[in-house]
């Protein structure tokens, strides 16, 4: 995900499939003058759409309005803010997010109830309406097919992200493209996260649904930066069938899945003050939901968090949150390895901690449940001074 | 909980209630010299007693041993160390908790299987027991009935926490003690606390089991500083007889819950890094159940947490969480209030947040579901630098 230097190819994102254009502006919603509106546009022929919603219910605007948009699974334009999450803002918010659609959709042709809306920022002010209309305006003028304007939109929805999340699969004669931004308040049933998918495959609403849900499950709802779940996460995929290519669905779904996976982990690796992307993986488990529940407790744990952050391979604090789920196991049975050395064999010491290395950003703690074959990982980071800084704040 | 002064009255612990004697010493299993193995005394005539223990699957050997000491209802000894959890390690891990209670059993001229041993520090070391046994020699010999020997009980079982803690009630012609220690992994199911209760109060071990448990759902049950769940959770109650006085149970029960809830705040109020103690109260719940379930996962939102540290009445990140849970409300008939400041009405905007006031300690979270008339509270704490510091450190 690193710029592209004068030589090197250009960047792919929600460009690179054929039938989409994209823009992103600097509307003055972000005080630092950064692109903060996005469009992305399906230029068809097709228009068949698919997303899945955070599961929290206090929901923001955008996300009621956008779950209604997409119940006839088709859509033709994504707009998507930063600098605003615009959720807790009651009547007058929902009229906002109703209103940005339809001036988006009338700048662009299309009718208002095919037009998705995305926000993100701080939650429990309404968005300045008087910079986000003449912003999105301004984006449609500027749509464009190239990587630069997929760029201009990867950019545009970043918050607290330091890097743009932007890549493209490439499967047999189609292509698939994303963009996602995603720092803090990131857990599964999704995160303050918005992603949007592009692939030029003909595929109908409901096979993009279930080939949606199936890469979120295996990718986003496995990323858990801090445990907080969102009110406006949403992960979008429009398809444009502009290949003509009618893709094999298994093959589809499992290059969707990868696309996914790389974007959940470039958030996990650009996450709010993280020094390290922490692996956790339960194996030998009785069921896969045995093994996302263990991995899903571990990686929740403050105590286990600041460990890693402070370099300590301290399995004890692995083992007390493997304690507390209702797993299948016996503890005098549990192993655990932090990068590769295992420090807690048969529920107890096992080879000398000094023997772990942190050098790098990557940690992997490995579970070892020896009570079947199944297995699971969630992907979190580690909690530093630097989280606490951004979060104790953010709104001030 | 200040330290008493020239003519301060003698602080109350443990040996407030008749029956009972105490001690603590330096046996070296810490390294700065400090206290670290206390021996509590019940003197009788009777030897009643009650515990209640971690939930945790993966709990340390004293946990196994006293919940068969516990299970006839009497005990005549607690023995506790800091310094060592004696968690995670095997079955070398019980046979030094066996040697322990034998040791002091032989010491004391009681029943090894009447001794209850409890043990907090890092997970996965075997404990010292070279020095161990000697110090729990030297406590025996060191037992009082001193407010003096309730102190250097009390200091003994501290590990990170900066003050002791130490209380007493006096009911109707009887007396309850207690001390308390835990900073840190504190979570419901208790934490990694450790509290012995004494009264010289008349009651049999039924009557002890009802009364502590009915205390500890109402106080260290709902105190959540860190969402971790310990290894090493133990409250033990022991009752003396000696006052004489058989109590009404009612009453008694109650001045128990009060001496608990004390010793919760304390806990709470000295818990790791610290700087705000926040009450989280959620009412007009349809249940007490809902009303629990809210005030917890707002108490272990850590975006929450890191707001308070900085002062931010951010009532957004109290809505998305409220918005995790399955309690009966409607989103937009949410009230929070900060400080006594209604910032989210309705569910949306409601007073100026500029009007909170972040003067002192204590911070007050006040969520109205408009559901019902029940209400609960959980007490945490912000998450600060202070936090990450000491838990990045702490096995190192």
Known sequence: ?????????????????????????????????????????????????????????????????????????????????????????????????????????????????????????????????DKLLPGVSAAVEALAATPEAGMAAATGIMTTDTVPKHGARHGSGYAIGGIAKGAGMLAPALATMLVVLTTDAELDAAELDGALRAATALSFDRADSDGCMSTNDTVVLLASGASGVRPDLQEFTAELTGLCQELAKGLIDDAEGAQHTITVRTFNAASEADALEVSRAVSRSNLVKTAIFGRDPNWGRVLSEVGTTAAAFEPEQLNVSINGVQVCRNGGVGEDRSLVQFSGREVAIDIDLNAGSAEASILTNDLTHDYVHENSAYSS
Chains 1, 2 share one sequence.
């Open 1 to 129: 995900m690193s710029q592209p230097t004068e030589n090197s190819p250009a960047p792919e994102g929600i460009t690179t499939p054929a039938g989409f254009s994209a823009a992103g502006v600097a509307a003055g919603l972000k005080s630092t003058g950064a692109n903060d509106v996005v469009v992305v546009r399906n230029q068809g022929p097709q228009f068949a759409a698919a997303a899945v919603f955070t599961s929290n219910r206090v929901a923001a605007a955008p996300v009621h309005w956008s779950r209604q948009v997409i119940a006839d699974g088709r859509a033709d334009a994504v707009v998507l803010n930063s600098g605003g999450a615009n959720a807790c803002t009651g009547p007058e918010g929902f009229a906002n997010t109703h209103r940005t659609a339809e001036h988006a959709a009338e700048a662009l042709g299309v009718s208002a109830g095919d037009v998705l809306v995305c926000s993100t920022g701080l939650i429990g002010e309404q968005l300045p309406m």
